[in-house]
Structures are given as C-alpha cells and as structure tokens.
C-alpha cells in the first residue's frame, strides 16, 4: 500500500468508530471511497480538514453499495463537482432516490432524518458504471472493482494496490477488535453468494482490507476468513433455529442473544459492543434473515 490512504471518522450520531469514508490523495485532489450518510457532512468536512484538504478537492466518489450510512451523501459531493460510481443495479436509485428514500422512511419513520440527514440525487452525467472486474484510472491512481453480492446484489469492492475496501461483505471490526459481525439487512442478504464474494477476495491475496465500519487492518487473510466463518456458522444457526418458525419478533430476540455471547467470547468491550450496535443495528438482521431463509431455503 505505497500511495496514502487515510480513514475518515465521519462521527456518526457523535460515536467515533461506526461510519467511515476513506481518502486517497493524488496530484488531481483526491479520492473518496464511500461518502457517508447526509446526516454525516458536517464530520466529513472536519476530517478533510485535518488531512489540510476542503470538499472541492474530492473529484471522485466510489461507492461500495447504495445503502443510506454508504451512499446517502454522494449527491451532495456530486453537486459540489465530484464523478461517482456506482454498481450498475444501483445506479438509477441515484439518478433517483425516490423508491430508496420512500422504503428506507417506512422504516426509521420519524427518525429518518435525523439518522440519515438528506440524500439527494446524482446527475446522470456525473454518474459511472463499472463493468465487474474493470480497473478505474483516476490520475495517477488505479483500483478495481469487484462485484461481491451478499450482503446487497449491488455490492462493489474497490482493489487498490494490495489493499481491498469490503465495504459491507467484508463485515463489521471495530478498530481495538478480532471480531468480524455480518450486517445481515434485508431485502437482498444471500448467504450463498456472500460466501462466493470472501471466497473470491480470498482467492486476491490482500495484505490490508477495509470495511466501511470500520477502519483499515493489515490481516486481510485473517479478516476475510473471519467474515467467512461468520457467513458459515450463521447459514448453520439459520438451520438449526428457521424450522422452529420463530415469528420475527422472536428471531431477533434469539439472534441478539447469539450475537451478545459472539462478541463476549471474542473478548468485546461494552463500550464496543454499542459502537458495533450503532454501526449494525441487530433488529435489521432478524427481516433479513427472514427474507432470505423464505426465498431461498426453506424449499431447499
């Protein structure tokens, strides 16, 4: 990882350690990997700063997936002059985040803004499709982008060099921890193709990876089979718990209590605990795995 690379705490909800974007300096300004959600614009100005940079120097955006704490403040940067890419099946929610912004609403209701602040649209013209696999050449910089569905089927990780943004398929590291946590949200979780996804970074040979939340780690090999036995012992909790027909309620409730024992056995402070809770709200995971389980395996 010769070229810089720095994280951003973009402080969300005034915790450190939950969201970041990452920064990539080069001769032209520099480049963001990931924007953030709306709500986190103000945290987001700070942490250029400290890297003695402004908003107008970021000329370029890649986005790892459109979910609100990804995505959501990359038409803001769009209006402020930056290029973005996006997944291809996530493009036309940025063109027009109409559909996006009507479903996320039903479910933080009056909470909503305040969580995600605004999310504003990205001109078609400002907005980049990669193919899988096609390297992006921004000045002097490379990256490739990978698709890597799983956690969302319109998921993109970035290579740089011999480091790997996961965004969300790479799973859930607080900085002080070993412990990897899948963000199993609905509607479009596959534990499947997750599987697929590591299994394929895994195959690259990384030396650092760097999940949106949180942070960058030099054991890429050991992160990634982390994530991976998460994927594995997850698809076996589902099997052992779907045939019992837990109503939603009750799926979650058994599923915070697997997670809380995961993270004391793996060491996890309390106050991490919260950060890892702020940065992947457990009671998403319970519609999630519902979703999954009555689409794709109960009929298996």
Known sequence: MAQAVHTLDLNFQNRNDAIAAFL???????????????????????????????????????????????????GWLAQQGAEVYVHPRGAPHMIDPTKLIASATRIYQDRMHTLWGDFLAVPEDQLHIPEDGEKITIGDLEFTAYFTPGHAEHHIAYSFGDLVFTGDVG???????EYVRLPLVPPELHLGKWQASIELLLEKNFKHVAPTHFSIFDNAEKHLLSALKAVETTSAWLEEIMP?????????????????????????????????????????????????????????
């Not at 100005?45 to 107008?56: D, G, Q, T």
């Not at 409730?253 to 996890?268: L, P, R, S």
């Open 24 to 74: 990539v300096p080069y001769s032209g300004g520099a480049v963001l990997v990931e924007s953030g959600p709306g709500s986190t614009i103000e945290g987001l100005k700070a942490s250029l700063a400290e890297h003695k940079m402004k908003v107008s120097d970021v000329t370029h955006v890649l986005l790892t997936h459109i979910h609100l704490d990804h995505a959501g403040a990359a």
């Open 171 to 177: 799973g859930v590291r607080m900085p002080s921890c």
């Open 244 to 300: 019992t027909e837990p109503s939603i309620d009750e799926l979650g409730a058994k599923f915070t209590t697997w997670m809380y024992e995961q993270a004391k056995v793996n060491g996890v402070s309390e106050h991490d605990l919260k950060t890892y809770e702020i940065a992947n709200p457990l009671h998403m995971s319970a519609t999630g795995m519902a979703r999954y389980w009555t689409k794709f395996r109960q009929t298996v």
